[in-house]
Nanobody
Framework: QVQLVESGGGSVQSGGSLRPSCVVS????????MAWFRQAPGKEREGLAS???????NYADSVKGRFTLSQDKAKNTLYLQMNSLKPEDTAMYYC??????????????????WGQGTQVTVSS
């Protein structure tokens, strides 16, 4: 059974940084794509950044230059380094994974497995 567990959210002031992480268990295929999404109250889920098993990455314009994906394959962990945080970054952040490395990386419909989310709150 595939499980994704996020942690590392929290509360910071505007301009601060956070690095949430996503630990994956039960996933044995060498092919994959993974991504971070976020959803604020009353808003649609937004794709932020994705990576696939070929190393291709994709970032939403809203976070390009501020957020960076990285992964530790030995620890089955995906990270999202978030710098220069703004109040509008406040949301629940979710990790997602899928067996196919193809498909639109920032569209939620292309992902099968989801974590429970970690809250990020940025105050002005």
């Amino acid at each position: 059974q595939v499980q994704l567990v996020e942690s590392g959210g929290g509360s910071v002031q505007s301009g601060g940084s956070l690095r949430p992480s996503c630990v994956v268990s039960g996933y044995t295929d060498s092919r994959y794509k993974m991504a971070w999404f976020r959803q604020a109250p009353g808003k649609e889920r937004e794709g932020l950044a994705s990576i696939n098993s070929y190393g291709s990455t994709n970032y939403a314009d809203s976070v390009k230059g501020r957020f960076t994906l990285s992964q530790d394959k030995a620890k089955n962990t995906l990270y999202l380094q978030m710098n220069s945080l703004k109040p509008e970054d406040t949301a629940m952040y979710y990790c997602a994974a899928d067996i196919s490395p193809y498909g639109a990386g920032l569209r939620s419909g292309f992902y099968t497995y989801w974590g429970q989310g970690t809250q990020v709150t940025v105050s002005s």
